[in-house]
């Protein structure tokens, strides 16, 4: 656990002050980055790691999707329509691995969806006009607050299994308390640094992007269970891997995001 919080603790001010102060191609560099990392953990979970060209091309192609979301214009939905040709198009080039085409193509398309479209997500709200700073630092508070006050609050008063069967140690308890502290994260970073989202808005980017998170960290969860592995790798000590790291980012970045365009074009809730 000290090990989990250290880690934490060293990590979260240098991302916040990077997502706050550094500029934009610095941030660009982070995203690519982290997604190369998180998607070489993904692949690494199905049999196309036996592969270094299937392993080394779908990573590079997943992580062409935040690249593109910082190129204004129709690429990045061009990507995304190409990615199941490219992912069935791999194979002209390995015609040792055909036999498993049938379920290593789509694993890597949904590893397109999953790591490469959802991190684009992150770089789009990073890069919304005026807000876009806030609107990441919110982000990372809604699911970095939530995650600990799940953690903490599943130690401390947690009974009830949320989903043994995926993930043991969480609870009903700890889960409530999550989203509890996902609220206040909403909230704090409102007053903090300013956003454009009304109470209703910050309830629901808190509530909204809460769960999303813990959806997003169980259904990484999936994936190991079904790949027989605790972690998805062992590069940041006490958390595991970069996508053990970002896996409810990723599903609750698009809560966020929506809420951000909804409040920017003026709309209410």
Not at 43 to 48: G, P
Not at 100 to 115: D, H, Q, R, T, W
Not at 121 to 128: D, I, N, P, W
Request: hydrophobic share 55%.
């Amino acid at each position: 656990m000290w090990t989990r919080i250290l880690t934490a603790l060293v990590l979260a001010p240098l991302v916040v002050a990077g997502a706050w102060f550094a500029p934009d191609t610095v941030g660009a560099g982070l995203a690519v980055v982290a997604t190369a990392l998180a998607a070489w953990e993904y692949l690494a979970l199905f049999s196309l790691r036996e592969s270094r060209v299937l392993h080394v091309a779908g990573t590079a192609w997943i992580t062409m999707g935040p690249l593109l979301a910082f190129v204004p214009g129709p690429l990045l939905l061009a990507w995304l329509f190409c990615s199941p040709l490219f992912a069935l198009g791999l194979y002209l080039k390995v015609p040792d691995r055909i036999p498993k085409a049938l379920s290593e193509a789509p694993a890597l398309g949904m590893g397109v969806l999953y790591v490469g479209l959802l991190m684009a997500s992150v770089v789009l709200l990073a890069r919304l006009p005026e807000w876009g700073r806030s609107g990441l630092i919110m982000l990372f508070a809604v699911v970095w607050l939530g995650d600990s006050g799940a953690y903490f609050g599943g130690k401390l008063l947690g009974r009830h299994k949320l989903h043994p069967l995926v993930s043991p140690k969480k609870t009903l308890e700890g889960s409530f308390f999550g989203l509890l502290a996902s609220v206040g994260g909403a909230f704090l970073i409102h007053h903090v640094c300013g956003s454009p989202l009304s109470v209703p808005m910050l309830l629901a980017a808190g509530i909204g992007g809460g769960m999303a998170e813990q959806v997003g960290d169980l259904c990484e969860s999936v994936l190991k269970r079904s790949a027989g592995v605790k972690d998805s790798g062992a590069l940041l000590p006490g958390h595991g891997g970069m996508l053990d790291r970002i896996d409810g980012l990723l599903f609750a970045a698009p809560v966020v995001y929506g809420l951000y365009l909804i409040a920017l074009k003026g709309g209410a809730i």
